[in-house]
């Protein structure tokens, strides 16, 4: 866990600069603005208990981090019913041993970035989202969305095979009225969440609800070019893997020489490891030093231009710009593996949550996959999560 060190107070102006910092679009940000000289805006970040948690989690941390910084009060939804509507990746079986993972894992992560885990609040979607008034809110709000535009607004979140279903409309609504039952003034969400934000704004108040500010990180590319998944091995890096697991991985990361444009290790640098450096800065500036091609002495950027700069000119080679992100990757996550290993209820929810798939060979040769996990129904088949 990082060390608190004294900070600089921020006035207004400088706490939403901080807010809005490497966001790729504000909504709205007229309401946050008009509620800082007042009081500290409230922001939630809500995650679908789907596949576990990996590297790209650490933008959306580093994001709650400077919510903090900024005097904000984050909370964060564990959407375990969302999990289970998106097409089904999150059985019903597993609900509740994912809900733990992904507590212990994304506290693990938000430590690891100097988070003091007092300052937020961890909250299920399944705590209010299956009582009488949520259900009358959202049948409420049924009657103002139409199924097209329900289904639009969810198309870049849930995967669903085929022909849409129910579930798919019904998942943008319940995002909607999060907002209201988790009694917030902003939504912080990747830029695939642009849809569901644009209904939000469409509807709500004509459905008699506040209408909120959405926040939008980017979509980064992982380091197998294309977004950072967590069904993607190789472009994933588990928030548990060993430093020997995340050389391999980043060795094998798609990075162009000079071409700075879709390449996930600077996009890495950018959005994770500058900012982070920030938040750890007495003095609020990000630094990042490396010894540059040819060179013999460390070289410092302050900013993520100077690193463009570098390696549009070859100064910053793939290898040196691998180099960066390894050895940060390697500093944040170690104090999550030691504390994964060190706990063995974590670990046994791990593999509750995430059961190993048992391959055998059904009838006309084809292969049938059955993963089981403590308290199971020995009766369901569990198909195999992301």
Known sequence: MATQIPRKTLNDDEKYTLITSNLHEVIRGDIIRDILPIRPPKIYWGTATTGRPHAAYFLPAIKIAQFLRA???????????????????????????????????????????????ENLEFVRGSSYQLSSAFSRDLLKLSKKVSVHDAVKASSEIVKSMGEPVMADGIYPMMQLLDEEYLDVDAEFGGLDQRKTFGLAHDIMAKAGFKVRAHLMNPMVPGLAGGKMSSSDPKSKIDLIDDATTI???????????????????????????????????????????????NETQPTTFGSFAEVVAAYESDSLTPQLAKKIVEDGLIK?????????????????????????????????GSKQTNAKHPGQNKNITVPVSE
């Open 247 to 293: 050389r391999k991985k980043i060795a094998k990361a798609h990075c162009v020489p000079c071409v700075a444009e879709g390449n996930g290790v600077l996009a890495f640098i950018q959005h994770v490891l500058l900012p982070y450096s920030e938040l750890q800065s007495p003095d609020g500036k990000p630094s990042i030093s490396v010894i540059l091609k």
């Open 332 to 364: 944040l996550t170690e104090s999550i593996r030691c504390d994964f290993e060190a706990d063995k209820d974590w670990q046994e929810i791990a593999r509750a949550a995430y059961p190993e798939p048992k391959t055998k060979m059904a009838k006309g």
């Open 71 to 117: 005097g904000c009060r984050v909370k964060i939804l564990l959407a375990d019913l969302h999990g289970f509507l998106d097409a089904d990746k999150a059985p019903e079986g597993v609900l509740e041993y994912r809900a733990q993972y992904y507590q212990r894992t994304i506290s693990a992560l938000l430590r690891s970035v100097g988070v003091d885990l």
